[in-house]
């Protein structure tokens, strides 16, 4: 497993019931997490002196309960900033598990010793985009939400990246693609995000099952002549490690060459050692 464990603003504290005790900053969060199905004493006095907690309704859906939390407040990873606001469906803004692959692939741009272009779909509050940045990346960020990409922007201001060379675009990723195709743009490296379930400003389905292979095959139109990294995200029970290097494999590597790994990615729980695994990434390097 992968694990984000470079985190210093972020941490789980325990797990409990259905549900996570997090510390985001100066702030503790309680949120449902579907994985966590044992029950364990909550000892850890956060459970009692939270700030925030979302209590799931058994309609779908939920609501949050809050105990003295700032409508939006900050927290740090390396020398990004991100700002956090609690909304609709328990998330805040931010997926801190992600860092792990923010940290692989910074690390492959920084050595690459030539100008990488970045495309980043679903790409959300930008965490991907603002790590491919810092480290030196042209990027193309692309989600079909305009208010989630105000929102990457405000983040890319707070981690002094506002004249980083972004490519800001609020649009539908299959169509963006499609015409990327149709203009001749390459790039280097891809990664990608996709909801289980979404629609695109003008009402297209995506699902995820249907989708993500078709979607893949697709984007390798666009790759360059040497990618240097693709990368893809789950949080889809359905699509295990094992059939993200099927995917991989399959639609890349016939095309490429290179060699592709993936694995679940998790976050370690300060109280007791384990780690909270938090879905799969499948993660392909191009040949040197």
């Not at 990004?80 to 997926?95: R, V, W």
């Amino acid at each position: 497993m992968w694990i984000a464990n470079n985190w210093k603003d972020y941490e789980v504290i325990d797990t409990s019931s259905g549900e996570k005790l997090e510390r985001w900053g100066d702030y503790i969060l309680v949120r449902p997490d579907p994985q966590v199905i044992w029950n364990t004493p909550k000892t850890q006095k956060g459970w009692k002196k939270k700030n925030g907690h979302y209590h799931r309704s058994a309609k779908g859906g939920g609501e949050w309960q809050f105990f003295n939390l700032p409508e939006e407040w900050s927290i740090h990873y390396r020398e990004l900033t991100f700002n956090l606001k609690p909304f609709s469906f328990k998330h805040t803004g931010l997926f801190p598990e992600q860092a792990v692959n923010w940290d692989w692939f910074s690390e492959l741009i920084r050595n690459a010793g030539r100008p990488i272009k970045v495309l980043n779909l679903f790409a959300y509050t930008g965490g991907a985009t603002l790590s491919a940045a810092a480290a030196g990346a042209q990027v193309t960020h692309v989600d079909a939400s305009k208010g989630m990409v105000a929102w990457a922007k405000e983040n890319a201001v707070s981690s002094g990246l506002k004249d980083a060379p972004i490519r800001w675009l609020v649009d539908d990723c299959v169509k963006f693609v499609e015409r990327e195709i149709r203009r001749g743009n390459k790039y280097d490296a891809i990664i990608m995000d996709p909801p289980s379930y979404g629609r695109g400003p003008k009402g297209e389905i995506w699902k995820i099952e249907e989708s993500i292979f078709p979607f893949i095959e697709l984007t390798t139109q666009i790759l360059s002549d040497k990618p240097l990294f693709f990368l893809v995200n789950s949080y889809t029970t359905g699509l295990q490690p094992a059939v993200l290097t099927y995917m991989i494999e399959t639609a890349i590597c016939s095309h490429f060459g290179g060699h592709v790994e993936a694995s679940e990615i998790g976050l370690p729980v300060s109280s007791n050692g384990l780690v909270l695994p938090c879905g799969a990434s499948g993660r392909w390097i191009g040949d040197k």
